[in-house]
């Protein structure tokens, strides 16, 4: 048995194992390969200085190898129904989300236990502590008792459904994502408001000569009309798109009241989007609630729970 069985090696999941992994036996699970040419991430790629404090206090600050160009310095806001857009004075590291995802799982200590490519089909409670059954890349059906679970597997958390029937997570939007030739990129991010299309945002990140653009939608039938509907919208604001080089899509967890937040108990924690933690930009929360249990749980798995939900009031409290 396992002391700790982290589902999802995100920003939160990969950073709680790099901690814990010197002390307690961990099992450390994702459905990525994090090899040079997996699957591309659905993310607008930056982390703010709330992030980069994060890392840095950890003692890894961000590589030069995972950043891309332009820096952002600024950030455009951008409205569309009103068709107005002010500038932002603000910094954040332009990320390949891709080459940061495997910086952190390269940061994991060996002896952490890793179960790459494979897919997790259920997680029960069993005894005194939980049973998680997995399919691994060759398709072999699997199973790993440990006594505490983590849920890091983002938004929609299948972990969090099957543990905690009663708290169910925020409805997840659908985040849609391409990528543009840009020849001449600007130093800013551009955020865009449309409620013809969504209520909550759209993007718009150039990246190492193209741009991102994406939006976060209500999932549906019409989801990807609406993408379009976006996309279109933009040029009033200046932006040329032609043909899509790339294209993916995810669910993706939208920032709300902390009564949405759920941490779980004292046998499953909850980190990152899975238990409701969303920062603006999408990654400082995942880290800080990541390293905030790790932090907890290297005190002792007895009694964690309440010094997480302490640590994340905190977290929450000051937005940082």
């Known amino acids: ?167 169910p997570a925020p409805p997840a939007y659908l985040a849609i994502q391409e990528w543009f030739r840009c020849v001449r990129p600007r130093p800013h991010a551009s955020i865009v408001l449309d409620r013809r299309t969504t209520d909550y945002c759209g993007w718009a990140i150039p990246k190492d000569g193209e741009l991102v653009v994406g939006a976060a939608l209500r999932p549906g039938p019409g989801a990807a009309g609406r993408f379009e509907l976006f996309k279109g919208r933009l040029a009033r604001f200046g932006f040329s798109l032609g043909r899509p080089v790339r294209r993916c899509g995810a669910m993706y967890s939208r920032s709300g009241p902390r009564r949405e937040v759920f941490l779980g108990d004292g046998g499953a924690a909850l980190v990152g989007e899975a238990a409701g933690l969303v920062s603006p930009e999408g990654i400082s929360f995942a880290l800080a609630s990541g390293a905030l249990l790790a932090g907890c749980m290297l005190r002792g798995l007895k009694g964690f729970p309440q010094r997480y939900l302490r640590a994340i009031q905190l977290l929450t409290a000051s937005g940082a």
């Not at 951008?78 to 390949?96: E, G």
């Open 1 to 167: 048995m396992y002391d700790i069985a982290i589902i999802g090696a995100g920003p939160a999941g990969a950073t709680a194992a790099r901690l814990l992994g010197g002390r307690y036996s961990v099992l450390l699970l994702d459905k990525r390969t994090f090899g040079a040419s997996g699957r591309v991430k659905c993310c607008a790629g930056l982390v703010a200085q709330d992030g980069q404090r994060v890392l840095a206090s950890l003692g890894r600050p961000l590589p030069g190898k995972v950043l891309v160009e332009p820096q952002v310095s600024a950030l455009r806001l951008i409205d569309m129904d009103s068709r107005t857009q002010r500038f932002l004075s603000r910094r954040y590291a332009n990320v390949d989300r891709d080459a940061f995802d495997r910086w952190l799982v390269s940061l994991v200590p060996a002896r952490v236990k890793t179960a790459f490519d494979c897919t997790v089909r259920g997680c029960r409670r069993a005894g005194s502590g939980h049973e998680v059954a997995f399919t691994n890349a060759a398709g072999r059906r699997l199973r790993a008792a440990a006594a505490v679970v983590v849920a890091a597997d983002g938004a929609g958390s299948a972990v969090r459904r099957q543990l905690f029937p009663g708290r």
